[in-house]
């Protein structure tokens, strides 16, 4: 059969190109118009160019922002102020500028890496004035930081209660530190630094009577120390830590105290906790301490709703029950009888109070109304 074109289609001529391409014998490429090359060129170059500009632009650098200005200090006002001696309202002292006022929020860039422990504590600010000796001689930095309650302002004056101190009547707490005289009244925790003075902390402690002085009356301090035994209560021992309790965080927000029995210290605490669910999580969590590092001993019979006791070389031996919301724990390193006797004394003056609470609770019931407020254990 053949093609219209008069020879079969087999029997054309054909050659191969290097492409490996079988084409005609007499098959040209077809050229591109020039114009259209062109064209095809400058939107190359165009491209190209639009590549290398958009992968070489970089962004603008960065604005360092501007800090943020200190405010005047000197300004701001507290209730805090007018506990502060002005000009020579301090017998043997002068304030040498007007006193400054640093909110919470700013504590940090006055006290340094001190301002956390404060800030922990919740304080509102602190009012600060700086004295010189009118004899010519002593200096002194006089702080009053404020708080939103007692228990915290206890919280960071009694956590400075460290190595050799001597307590001063004054109320409601206060003693002399190395270089530093504090005092704690209600929701004021005051500092006083300084030295050089001719007749020693005597001219520290004149200040502070000022301050104290024109500071209102304020409760005593918190209820829950009610709970410890006060025959072998070490005075003026006692603590309040919002950040940990034998050196653990899990029982922080502890009020603490120290005992001596014959001789031999030990370490108490107690946590109100929340609600009681929190109270076993947190007693649980000291258990697996001592079951980690230590061991656990034989619990003491009828002691809370539960409890236990452990030993280890490093952490001591430990006593802890929980009743209801509160854990109470004790520590030290000699025999386990004398911490079961402190939680044991502990567990029967919590049972008092709540006792007492319940005899009042009735006594104000009306007639024929039944006490609901009567705690689980006791249900």
């Given at each position: ?26 098959w040209?490429?077809?050229?591109r118009p ?37 405010p ?8 805090s ?6 000009h020579?309202?301090?017998?043997g ?8 006022v640093?909110?919470g ?8 890496g ?12 602190v ?12 200096f002194?930095t ?11 302002a206890?919280?960071a004056?009694?956590?400075r ?10 109320e409601?707490e206060?003693?002399?530190?190395k ?17 050089d003075?001719?007749d ?16 209102p ?6 209820a ?6 006060v ?9 309040f ?23 031999d210290p030990?370490e ?6 929340s ?14 301490l001592?079951?980690r ?41 000699k ?14 003056r919590?049972?008092?109070?709540i006792r007492?609470?319940?005899v009042?609770?009735?006594?104000t019931?009306?007639p024929g ?9 006791r249900r």
């Open positions: 059969m053949t093609e219209a074109f008069g020879a079969p289609a087999s029997s054309r001529p054909f050659r191969r190109h290097p492409a490996g391409e079988r084409r005609c014998a007499g040209k490429p077809a050229e020039p114009g259209r090359r062109r064209s095809n060129i400058v939107l190359a170059a165009l491209c190209l160019a639009l590549v290398v500009a958009c992968g070489d632009r970089t962004p603008p650098p960065a604005v360092p922002k501007a800090p943020e200005p200190e005047n200090y000197a300004a701001i006002d507290s209730p102020l007018q506990f502060l001696p002005r020579e309202e301090a017998p002292w002068r304030l040498d500028e007007d006193p400054l640093v909110p929020d700013r504590i940090g860039s006055y006290l340094g001190e301002g956390a422990s404060f800030v922990r504590y919740e304080v509102i600010d009012a600060s004035g700086k004295y010189s000796g009118t004899s010519g001689r002593g002194a006089l702080e009053i930081f404020r708080f939103p309650d007692f228990v915290k206890f919280g004056y009694s956590m209660k460290q190595g050799p101190i001597q307590f001063l009547p004054i409601n206060a003693f002399l530190g270089h530093s005289l504090h005092l704690w009244r209600g929701p004021f925790y005051v500092r006083i630094t300084g030295g003075t001719p020693g902390f005597a001219a520290l402690q004149r200040l502070a009577n000022v301050v104290a002085e024109r500071m009356p304020a409760p005593g301090k918190p829950v120390f009610n709970f410890f035994p025959d072998t209560r070490v005075p003026n021992s006692e603590r830590s919002a950040e940990q309790g034998f050196g653990q965080t899990f029982l922080g927000n502890s009020f603490q105290a120290t005992f001596n029995i014959g001789g030990m108490g605490l107690i946590i109100p906790a609600n009681k669910a929190t109270a076993a999580q947190i007693i649980e969590a000291y258990r697996a001592y079951t590092n230590g061991k656990l001993t034989d619990p003491i019979p009828n002691l809370g709703e539960e409890n236990f006791t452990a030993e280890d070389k490093y952490l001591g031996r430990a006593v802890a029950f929980r009743l209801d919301r509160f854990v109470i724990a004790f520590n030290g390193f025999e386990r009888q004398k911490l079961a006797d402190l939680a044991i004394a502990t567990d029967a919590i049972l008092g109070s007492k609470q319940l009042r609770a009735d006594d019931s009306a109304e039944t006490n609901t407020n009567v705690p689980p254990w």
